[in-house]
């Protein structure tokens, strides 16, 4: 149970909170949780990317002390979006939490484009099929608190059935993103079990529910660069609050990628991040890339 004085949504998952009552774990056994420990890190989220709007001030906290956001990309069957990952990047950043890109289903098709796309970032990796061995994927999250954030059918719960036998979550079958349902509907914090002969703490995986987008409402314009470090070098020539849009002809970010140090693609991706949070247009909206199937959100 919780105080009442927490308040109705102020426990999520991954706090440390302190417990008066029957500890013992026992049936029937209650405790009272009483006090949230400080959080080291929050993951936020919120509907869309438009603080005027009712969505976009709508808040979630997806998690608490996650050391690492482990973004889970299928390769094929829902396909990637680099619109969705790129998003993710930012909130990751902006939480402080250290981003790692999980790619499943790599028995249905290759990782070139996506892992291309994030050449300059040097962005980890790993990538995840029916019959590869997870050791690197385990070595990653050793001692840490991570969480699983990816849309809906992309494999999440399968890969902690992989990783946590005992963890018995549910899998579903993939449906067109945003329309059909989405198998795991609360996130849950899993012990990763201890492997033989690994020492040292396995760490803890959290599963949560598939997301249609990343909403960024709660970061600033300024703060979304950081979730795009191959850019940020190239702002050093802009003149003084200079917005990065397309229209600003003195921005520097264009010479930039001129210039080779950063793709395209993701000054675009940036850009439309900077327009979505300035409330012009649909965030999830895919069709407005259609020379870039990679790039929907
Ligand atoms: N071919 C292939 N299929 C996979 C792989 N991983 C998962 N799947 C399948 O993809 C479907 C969806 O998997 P889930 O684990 O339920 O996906 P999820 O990300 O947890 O989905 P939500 O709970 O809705 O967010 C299932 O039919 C899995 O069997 C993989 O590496 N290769
Ligand atoms: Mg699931």
């Known amino acids: 149970m919780r105080a ?6 102020s426990v999520v998952v991954g706090d440390r909170v302190s417990l008066v009552g029957d500890v013992s774990g026992t049936d029937g056994a209650l405790a009272r949780i009483v006090r949230i420990t400080e959080r080291r890190s929050v993951l936020r989220r919120t509907a869309d990317d438009d603080e005027n709007t009712a969505e976009g001030r709508l808040e ?5 002390n996650a050391d690492q956001l482990v973004i889970v990309s299928a390769l094929a069957d829902p396909p990637p979006r680099t619109g969705f990952i790129d998003r993710c990047l930012v909130a990751a950043y902006d939480a402080g939490i250290e981003p790692l890109l999980c790619l499943t289903k790599a028995d249905l098709a290759g990782p070139e484009q996506v892992v291309g796309y994030y050449t300059e970032l040097e962005l980890p990796y790993v990538l995840v099929r029916p019959d590869s061995d997870l050791d690197a994927l385990r070595a990653l999250l050793a001692g840490r608190v991570s969480v699983l954030v990816g849309h809906s059918g992309v ?4 890969l902690v059935n992989r990783l946590v036998p005992d963890a018995l979550r549910a899998v579903g079958v993939v449906s067109a993103i945003g329309r059909g349902r989405h198998t795991s509907t609360s996130a849950v ?3 990763l079990p201890r492997t033989p002969g690994g020492d040292g703490d396995p760490g803890w995986i959290v599963d949560t529910p598939g997301i249609r987008s990343f909403g960024l409402a709660h970061v600033s314009a300024e703060s979304l660069l950081h979730g795009f470090p191959d850019l940020v070098e190239g702002t050093v020539e802009c003149p003084p609050n200079c917005p990065h849009t397309p229209d600003e002809a003195d921005c520097a970010l264009d010479a930039w990628v001129t210039a080779g140090k950063a793709d395209q693609r993701r000054l675009a991706s940036y850009r439309r991040l900077l327009a979505s949070r300035a409330g012009e247009g649909d965030p999830r909206e895919v069709e407005r890339n259609p020379g870039d199937p990679l790039a929907g959100s």
């Not at 009442?4 to 949504?9: P, Q, T």
């Not at 979630?60 to 608490?64: L, P, T």
């Open 60 to 64: 979630r906290v997806v998690v608490a």
């Open 155 to 158: 494999g999440k719960s399968t």
């Open 189 to 191: 914090a899993l012990r």
């Open 4 to 9: 009442r004085e927490l308040g109705r949504k």
